[in-house]
């Protein structure tokens, strides 16, 4: 696909006629606008950046940061600036390839012989692609706006729409970063010719950026050079940054930000350098093709050579030319193993691994050193592998994608792929060699990640290097969703056979937890490779959260596996015909042991599948209501009951009973009840946490009028007023029950990771109010940001807070059971 | 020996490729003639495996190609017409690989099997030599020795000469007659001259159907006597009511080879029919035998 010149435009342009836009510029303009409008790559491009916008609004919208605006001015311009760090991508796929193109299509020396000028060629080429890039990279601006308009977002996160905002952010930052990181894309392709080392120079310009990250300072920042590093910021986003540092909530979400100041610099000089390093490329450029790097001139004197020797020797076939028989399944074993080290080997000395690999280290030890900024603790091994999981759940994620595609692609695209069908190789060793390369690219990416952690353990000081809690945390933890990944995304490329569409349809089921989410589908069963929620605690391990982990693991490995093995009866060997014939073909053509290995696979896969249904939707509550939704209907439902007259709780005796091993307790406890109101008590009311059982309750003379299990309140009434001034006992007994199973998530919006009554083997907190029966309604309830209050559909708290000397409050516990009077019991 | 018989493959645009192909080869070169869309490329995948046919069937030496195609590659080599190499890794390594696949695990055996395959085409020295620096004629030949791994009983080679300088065109067909010797090659080429230097036998292919199939002499023998040609003057018209065989510019003036029982008029002259003249009768025919 190339430029379509006739030789007369291209005849009119030679004469020296000086108006910058031509006809022929013009024409090369509208060739090149075609041409990417018909490549899969800009829809592509275009559709991600639209996601991205999209998904960020959704996901930031539905948590709800306080009181932020999602779409205030201020979030606007950053979000801007940190998606025009991924125009490096748009800047690659469209202005590096046009330059690179022509010289890998080999029609470069038919274009360069005719008599196109330099401006044509070069500007009009640079203009069509770099508007390309502009227009793919703009996906996110309808996408932001749209995901504003979604129902279901958090109201105190949604300011107006200010279109404003959206312009000013994409002319000061959007436009002069697109153009720099394109001119470099143009600087660097059209001097090489080569795509790897234009990604080499935009993962440079990203390095600058994540330096001046590390330079500003992470945990403190460094006032006293700040504006000089903002400077050094190709993006400018620290030059922004500067403007709100001082900023409250109010003005983030009102105010507009400026070009003032360190800002105004930054844009000058970096736009300054964009324009001169692209004339500096312009001027550089000669209309000629690179020498090439092949070097004919050596074969050619060795084959004459020897074409004066004489001869091309036959020996004829004799017996060792027979392959020496051999066990059929040893011979696919020694074959994928010989394969498997063939394809490891191409990808690991690859220019583009080398980069990936050394963009990826830094990117690591940054990880780390943020992770101390918001965690104010040692570099423990924990807090560094979970730092580092959210860089390689995006970076190692596009890894895995991009060399699926490239490994099923490279000998199709190389026409190398019909001589290895031609040999009696099997299906199984060419997929299974592809996906052991890909299993071997997630495993050195992970080893990377201890190593450069234990480096960085090391520099700080801290030497409890903990390599089975690596391991565990890495290939147990967080290994399998990547190993995962790499099934999957071999699979879509054999089924689909489009190279882009099986890209796209990998990230599409990698993110469609996003839509599940904003659907409030959580069942981890069709949430592709999704485990429960599991977390490492230092005191405790994993705990019980690991043996559900490792149920959904074996679940989504079956179906893995099942996707392999459609995947190699599917395998496309020489020219597949299309067609549902040719599928129906494909499949009566597959062996009888396989289809059954298949079905098997099925069987266990469905197997595994009712056992987690079993343990998450019928041993345990699939969704039980959190603590905040039974907050929010107790208050709905006993609210009525505040103003009763309560008594407050003056003494507590507690004899607690942990199970760790069998994760319950039993507590039997007794209350010194005390009337410190002025009327006579006629009634007691009891409110328990979500999940605690009430039993054995005994108070002299009181009778249990009403009691609401489900929502732990109990009313009794009193034979004998409880009388001002006086003192009564209370004993009961509260326990949880005894946990069976496994669950799906942990059902908790309270301590995080664990349920607030959990008992776990080691470490068990446990906290009075969570144990412990209140004593009529409590406030406690009602305690919510605003927004969530909002979101429950409950009245907005006027009275936060009584008067210090107010009777009511001071008769009354406001936070707990056993704060009375402005004093601890 | 290959036994090809009613071989018959329709593409899902409607397009038929093949149709209703036999043919019988022994050991040596069998030429396959045809112009462009023929059917050649066709035949020649589907004798290697690599596309399924709608009916018929293929036996090498008793394997059946079509319905054990693992068993049949194991006992063919393949040269495509366009292929390409891994551009960084050695001729040495590549075929390496490629002997794995055709079942060669043992290192060893596989070592002196390449070594020798490749002295066998004469790129013994550029062994360590990454194949994306090779020429045209090196690539062809490392294509050859890649065809030839293993105990081939049938080599399928599509165009193997478009390319080659003419000393290496004359190398690369000795060598294609002595590998021949002991197994079945099919070549299949657009280049007569080719075929009739090399093939004792050929078939010509036209529009899926076999429309010639013997030895390039006893077919050229059967034109005896019906080819005349004539020189026309340039401006002359090309006679119509005449069966043409070819109407070429030969320095300067217009050369006519006519197909006719007895001489058109007194300015032909017969002339001894050659490989050309059976190949564009063979495709004259059909075309009058479709448009009837």
Known sequence: ?825 | MLVIRQLNKTYVNGIQALRDVSLELDCGIFGLLGPNGAGKSSLMRTLATLQAADSGFVHLNGVDVLNDPQQARGRLGYLPQDFGVYPNVSAEELLDQLAVFKGFTHRRQRRDLVAQQLALVNLYEQRKQKLGTFSGGMRQRFGIAQALLGATELVIVDEPTAGLDPMERIRFQNLLAEISRDRVLILSTHIVEDVADLCPQMAILHRGRIVRNGSPAVLTRSLRGKVWAKRLDLGEPVPTDLQVITSRMVQGARSLRVLSAAAPDADFEAVEPDLNDVYFTALLENIEAIAV
């Open chain 1, 1 to 825: 696909m190339t430029l379509n010149l006739s030789t007369r435009p291209s005849a009119q342009a030679a004469i020296p006629k000086r108006s910058l836009f031509s006809g022929v510029f013009s024409a090369i303009l509208r060739f090149e606008f075609l041409y990417h409008l018909r490549r899969p790559s800009f829809w592509l491009i275009t559709g991600l950046f639209f996601t991205f916008g999209m998904v960020d609004v959704l996901s930031n919208g539905a948590q709800g940061n306080a009181f932020f605006f999602i779409n205030s001015p201020s979030q606007i311009f950053q979000t801007t600036i940190w998606y025009s760090l991924f125009g490096v991508l748009a800047a690659a796929a469209f202005v590096a390839e046009t330059f690179v193109r022509d010289a890998n299509t080999r029609i470069e020396s038919l274009i360069l012989s005719t008599p196109l000028c330099k401006w044509d060629y070069l500007a009009a080429r640079f203009m069509a692609a770099f508007g390309m890039t502009l227009l793919a990279f703009s996906g996110y601006l309808p996408g932001m706006v749209l995901g504003t308009q979604f129902p279901g977002l958090n109201d105190f996160a949604l300011g107006p729409l200010r279109p404003l905002a959206y312009v000013l952010a994409y002319l000061i930052f959007a436009l002069p970063n697109l153009f720099l990181v394109s001119a470099l894309a143009f600087s660097l392709a059209s001097r090489t010719r080569s795509l790897v080392m234009t990604y080499a120079g935009s993962i440079i310009l990203i390095m600058l950026y994540l330096a001046t990250l590390m330079l500003v300072g992470t945990e403190v920042i460094d006032y006293e050079q700040y504006r000089l590093w903002a400077m050094v910021d190709p993006f400018g986003f620290y030059a922004f940054e500067e403007k709100l540092m001082s900023w409250s909530v109010h003005e983030h979400n009102q105010l507009m930000p400026t070009l003032t100041g360190t800002l105004l610099w930054n844009r000058l000089l970096w736009l300054g350098l964009g324009v001169g390093i692209w004339i500096d490329s312009y001027r550089a450029y000669e209309m000629v093709g690179l020498r090439s790097a092949r070097s004919f001139g050596r074969d050619k004197s060795g084959v004459v050579q020897r074409r004066e020797q004489g001869e091309w020797r036959f020996v004829p076939a004799g017996a060792e030319h027979r392959a020496v028989d051999e066990n059929p399944r040893k011979a696919a074993l020694l074959q994928w193993l010989h394969r498997s080290g063939f394809e490891t080997r191409s990808i690991l000395t690859g220019r583009a691994f080398l980069l990936l690999t050394a963009c990826g280290s830094i990117s690591l030890v940054i990880t780390a050193i943020s992770s101390r900024s918001h965690n104010y603790s040692y570099p423990s091994t924990d807090l560094l592998v979970h730092s580092a999981n959210l860089y390689l759940e995006y970076i190692l994620f596009a890894i895995i994608v991009v060399y699926a595609a490239e490994l099923f692609w490279r000998d199709r695209t190389l026409r190398l792929q019909l001589v290895f069908d031609a040999t009696p190789v099997s299906n199984g060793v060419l997929l299974l060699s592809k996906l052991t390369a890909l299993f071997a690219v997630i495993t050195i990416n992970l080893l990377l990640a201890i190593a450069v952690m234990v480096a960085y353990q090391a520099l700080n000081g801290y030497t409890q290097f903990d390599l089975p809690l690596y391991f565990k945390m890495l290939f147990v933890e967080h290994g399998p969703y990547f190993y995962l990944t790499a099934v999957l995304a071999l699979f879509t490329q054999v089924i689909t056979r489009q190279k882009y569409a099986a890209m796209a349809l990998t990230v599409l089921i990698s993110l469609s937890k996003i839509p599940l989410d904003a659907l409030g589908w959580y069942h981890n069963l069709y949430r592709w490779a999704s485990t429960n929620d599991i977390e490492y605690s230092p005191m405790n391990g994993y705990g019980h959260l690991m043996t559900g982990h490792l149920w959904y693991v074996l679940y989504w490995g079956l179906c893995g596996t099942a996707l392999m093995l459609t995947a190699y009866i599917f395998w496309p060997r020489g020219i597949v015909s299309g067609g549902w014939r040719g599928w129906q073909r494909v499949w009566r053509q597959a062996g009888a042991g396989v289809t059954r290995l298949l079905a098997g696979t099925l069987v266990l896969f469905a197997g595994v599948g009712s056992w987690i249904f079993y343990n998450t939707t019928q041993l345990n509550a699939y969704q039980p209501p959190g603590k905040e939704l039974t907050a929010a209907e107790v208050e709905r439902r006993f609210k009525q009951h505040e103003a009763l007259p309560m008594p407050v709780v003056t003494a507590t005796k507690l004899k607690v009973e942990l199970y760790p091993q069998k994760r319950y307790f039993v507590a039997e406890g007794e209350y010194q009840l005390k009337n410190n109101t002025k009327i006579p008590i006629r009634e007691l009311h009891l409110l328990t946490f979500i999940n605690l059982e009430l039993a054995n309750v005994t108070y002299l003379g009181a009778t249990l009028r009403e009691a609401q299990p489900e929502w732990g309140y109990y009313m009794y009434d009193l034979d004998k007023p409880l009388l001002p001034g006086e003192t009564q006992t209370l004993r009961f007994t509260t326990s949880t029950k005894q946990p069976q199973g496994f669950k799906n998530q942990v059902d908790t919006d309270d301590v995080y990771m664990i349920h607030p009554n959990d008992v776990v083997s080691n470490g068990t907190n446990l906290y009075s109010p969570f144990i412990l029966p209140f004593v009529g309604y409590t406030k406690m309830v009602e305690h919510k940001k605003a927004w969530q209050r909002h979101k429950l559909d409950l009245p907005p708290l006027d009275e936060r807070m009584l008067p210090h000397d107010d009777p009511r409050g001071l008769s009354q516990p406001m936070m707990l059971t056993h704060w009375i009077g402005g004093q601890w019991i």
